[in-house]
């Protein structure tokens, strides 16, 4: 330990939490750039087909049970959406949040504490005005229609 730094439980936990997270990452990473059996998911969900089934081994099972409360509660949030003088107000972000985590005010989007992250509010604005911090910006937005999958989902 460097002299003149201080220990606590507190930092050494979100420092783990943070190595644990960027491992994973990488670990993502790799296996996305592995080929899928002989069909990919989109394949999959065209045709009706189930998903390989999921991994059920420790490391899962801990990032599942004791990672992703954490990660979740320490890093996932909402502070970081903003919106820019693009907003018509249209409402949109409004009805396609999952978790009923936007609301209009005086025409803006205003978003509460309870954001799973799933963009569909950044992705689905018609005037590109919702980013999240400086992450989003410049960055395609996604649309599920766009795969052709969206009206057997429905």
């Not at 296996?31 to 999921?54: H, Q, V, W, Y």
């Not at 018509?88 to 005010?105: A, E, F, S, T, Y």
């Not at 509460?112 to 005005?129: D, F, R, V």
Request: with cysteine; net charge positive; aromatic share 10%.
């Amino acid at each position: 330990m460097a002299i003149g730094r201080s220990w606590s439980p507190r930092l050494w936990i979100l420092k783990q939490i943070r190595r644990l997270f960027i491992s994973t990452l990488v670990v993502w990473e790799n296996a996305c750039k592995l080929p899928l059996a002989n069909t990919s998911s989109i394949d999959c969900i065209r045709n009706g087909m189930e998903f390989f089934a999921p991994r059920n081994n420790l490391y899962d099972r801990f990032m599942s049970s004791a990672v992703n409360p954490i990660f979740y509660k320490k890093i996932v949030k909402a502070d970081a959406f903003t919106v820019s003088d693009a907003c018509i107000g249209c409402g949109k972000c409004v009805q396609l949040c999952p978790l009923n985590n936007i609301r209009l005010d005086k025409d803006k989007p205003v978003w509460g504490s309870n954001c799973t992250h799933c963009m569909a509010c950044i992705c689905y604005c018609p005037k590109e005005a919702i980013e999240y911090a400086k992450r989003s910006v410049g960055k395609p937005r996604y649309h599920f229609e766009a795969l052709g999958v969206a009206e057997s989902i429905v």
